[in-house]
């Protein structure tokens, strides 16, 4: 149970992360991002390119797919900004699967590496020092994990000075819509490419360290549906609330890996019990946008004096 306990609030933690990205994205700007997984497909694949074929250290595959996912989100949004809602997010979601298809038929370091194969033995930072100290797995995943929860409060400190800043109050306005900021002078469509920028980032700094967890990646990883998990975190938790979207990721990603438990007593086949999963966060969701539609925490709206 605490392996486990351990293992589940590192996953949150680097989900969490994920979340905020697209929170800042939908929640502070309103982009309808339908392909935010790319960014964390990005940002696992291109530190783990860098680490484990080009022998870099840790940090530069850290600060490279953290990067590459920020460059691809303004190359994302440079022929979408004027677009609508609708367009842009069928253009999102069209550029991720583009992204995962090329991944998925490109061969990387080996004839078995890459493609579907996906990539093993990615090495994990400081993994073989805990091992010369004597230290053991749960030791050092232990410390992966403090690892991972000062940088979630990082990313977290981050985007709520973000949201304060003029940047952050202009992306509000243009969440409302583009006739005020346009007559304030404002570029919206600068805005919008800077936002997906910065929320591309960290969503790729959150797959590089969960490339690094986990050992392995491949394009399973990456499906559509994983964008929906995201959704449902900033959804259920509140969209424009930081708080809000760390409280949504922690029950969505409780029910995805509560299951493991239930199964047994109800004698639940293991193939069931995956799409099981999605039916009961769509049924959440569902629940959550009828009856409390700002979320679980919603977002705080700033009220002046007269």
């Known amino acids: 149970m605490i392996d486990f306990l351990v293992y589940f609030v590192t996953v949150a933690a680097i989900w969490s992360m994920l979340g905020l990205s697209l929170n800042l994205q939908y929640g502070l700007a309103g982009l309808v991002n339908l392909g935010q997984i790319v960014f964390f497909m990005l940002g696992g694949y291109a530190s783990t390119i860098l680490v484990k074929f080009g022998g870099q250290p840790f940090f530069v595959g850290i600060i490279a797919g953290t990067l590459v996912a ?3 989100g303004a190359l994302m949004a440079l022929p979408t900004a004027r677009l609508q809602q609708d367009y842009w997010a069928i253009s999102t979601l069209a550029a991720a699967e583009i992204v995962r298809l090329i991944f998925l038929n490109t061969t990387i370091g080996g004839p078995y590496s890459g493609q579907a194969f996906g990539i093993s033995g990615i090495p994990r930072p ?4 805990f091992a010369d100290w004597g230290f053991s797995i749960a030791d050092y995943n232990l410390f992966y994990m403090a690892l991972v929860l000062v ?3 990082v990313i977290v400190v981050f985007v709520a000075w973000l949201m304060r800043t003029p940047f952050g109050r202009a992306l509000k306005a243009i969440r409302e819509g583009d006739a005020v900021p346009l007559a304030l002078g404002k570029r919206v469509s600068s805005f919008r490419i800077r936002a997906m920028a910065i929320g591309g980032g960290i969503g790729g700094f959150a797959g590089a360290l ?3 967890y986990n050992a392995y990646i491949g394009p399973e990883y990456f499906l559509p549906v994983e964008t929906f998990l995201i959704w449902a975190m900033v959804i259920v938790g509140g969209a424009g609330n930081v708080i ?3 409280v949504g990721t922690v029950v969505i990603m409780g029910i995805s890996n509560s299951t493991r438990f239930i199964a047994p007593l109800l004698n639940i086949d293991a ?3 995956g799409p099981l999963r999605m039916v009961v966060i769509g049924a959440l969701v569902i629940v959550v946008v009828m009856f409390v539609p700002r979320g679980l925490l919603p977002e705080t709206r700033t009220r002046f004096d007269r």
Do not use: I, N, P, W
Not at 126 to 129: G, T, V
């Open 271 to 273: 193939q069931v019990l």
């Open 70 to 72: 920020a460059l691809f």
């Open 244 to 246: 809000g979207t760390l």
């Open 210 to 212: 969960f490339a690094h």
């Open 151 to 153: 940088l979630l409060a």
């Open 126 to 129: 400081l993994r073989s020092e």
